[in-house]
């Protein structure tokens, strides 16, 4: 092998050093781990800042209500969901500071509601299932309180964002529909199968009852037909003169 022959290198095997990149590049990735890290403290600090999500369990002859610190002008949304129980059915009620009733449904299934706050103060809403008297409900509620924040905090500039800032927040916003998307098919999936375990208790009572009544048919015919080819000894009484 001649000494040419050390030249060539496949190119993925080539590793190339940060210290050797030329200055522009060397910007560019800067800027790229900056906006990694902005984002990931946007994440950390205002993910779960704006929204409550909550499965709870709400038994027979019971209400629950909960309770939201809210500005006034601010877009709030109201999603909610029964996951189990009975006919899937809840009410629900929806106040704002001043008790003045802004929703209320009764007996639902899911529903949402969006509004504007016009003051204030605490809200609160509440779920009822007061009209059931043996069956508890499982029901699931997401309250998002205002707008989400800005990815970056320089998002609303003037200027356009960067090609790295731009694909952050596409891939932001796709991944918020992927959680979306997520949490509607796990309360389908917890749905059917609630209802596939209720569907299969039925048919097991059903077999259970169908058997029985087979086994009591079955041995009052064997009693009835020993009836039939039973000999019956006759008695003779003499009455005496």
């Given at each position: 092998?001649g000494?040419?022959?050390r030249?060539?290198c496949?190119r993925?095997y080539?590793?190339?050093?940060?210290?050797?990149?030329?200055?522009?590049?060397?910007?560019?990735?800067?800027?790229?781990v900056?906006?990694l890290?902005q984002?990931?403290?946007?994440?950390?600090l205002?993910g779960?800042a704006?929204?409550?999500?909550?499965?709870?369990?709400?038994?027979?002859n019971?209400?629950?209500?909960?309770y939201?610190?809210?500005i006034?002008?601010?877009?709030?949304?109201?999603?909610?969901?029964?996951?189990?129980?009975?006919?899937?059915d809840?009410d629900?009620r929806?106040?704002?500071?001043d008790?003045?009733?802004?929703?209320k449904?009764?007996?639902k299934q899911?529903d949402s509601?969006?509004?504007?706050?016009?003051k204030?103060?605490?809200?609160k809403?509440?779920?009822?299932?007061?009209?059931?008297?043996?069956?508890?409900k499982t029901?699931?509620?997401d309250?998002?309180v205002?707008?989400?924040?800005?990815?970056f905090p320089?998002e609303?500039?003037v200027t356009?964002?960067?090609?790295?800032e731009?694909?952050?927040?596409?891939i932001h916003?796709?991944?918020?529909?992927?959680?979306d998307?997520?949490?509607?098919f796990r309360?389908?999936?917890?749905?059917g199968?609630?209802?596939?375990e209720?569907?299969?208790?039925?048919?097991?009572?059903?077999?259970?009852?169908?058997?029985f009544i087979?086994?009591v048919?079955s041995?009052s015919?064997v009693?009835?037909?020993?009836s039939?080819?039973s000999?019956?000894?006759?008695t003779?009484t003499?009455?005496?003169?």
């Amino acid at each position: 092998m001649g000494s040419n022959d050390r030249k060539y290198c496949p190119r993925r095997y080539q590793i190339i050093s940060l210290a050797i990149l030329p200055p522009a590049k060397m910007r560019s990735f800067n800027r790229a781990v900056r906006v990694l890290v902005q984002m990931l403290w946007a994440h950390l600090l205002f993910g779960w800042a704006f929204g409550s999500e909550l499965t709870f369990e709400l038994p027979d002859n019971a209400k629950q209500c909960f309770y939201e610190d809210i500005i006034i002008g601010t877009k709030c949304t109201l999603e909610f969901q029964v996951v189990t129980g009975g006919h899937y059915d809840v009410d629900c009620r929806l106040e704002d500071a001043d008790g003045t009733v802004l929703y209320k449904e009764m007996k639902k299934q899911y529903d949402s509601f969006t509004f504007t706050a016009a003051k204030n103060g605490t809200y609160k809403f509440c779920f009822s299932n007061e009209f059931s008297t043996f069956t508890h409900k499982t029901v699931y509620f997401d309250f998002q309180v205002g707008e989400d924040p800005p990815l970056f905090p320089n998002e609303n500039r003037v200027t356009a964002l960067t090609q790295m800032e731009s694909a952050c927040v596409s891939i932001h916003e796709a991944l918020k529909s992927v959680i979306d998307y997520q949490t509607h098919f796990r309360l389908r999936e917890a749905q059917g199968r609630s209802r596939a375990e209720d569907l299969n208790t039925r048919v097991a009572f059903w077999s259970i009852g169908e058997a029985f009544i087979l086994l009591v048919v079955s041995i009052s015919q064997v009693v009835l037909l020993r009836s039939f080819f039973s000999d019956r000894k006759t008695t003779t009484t003499r009455v005496g003169s």
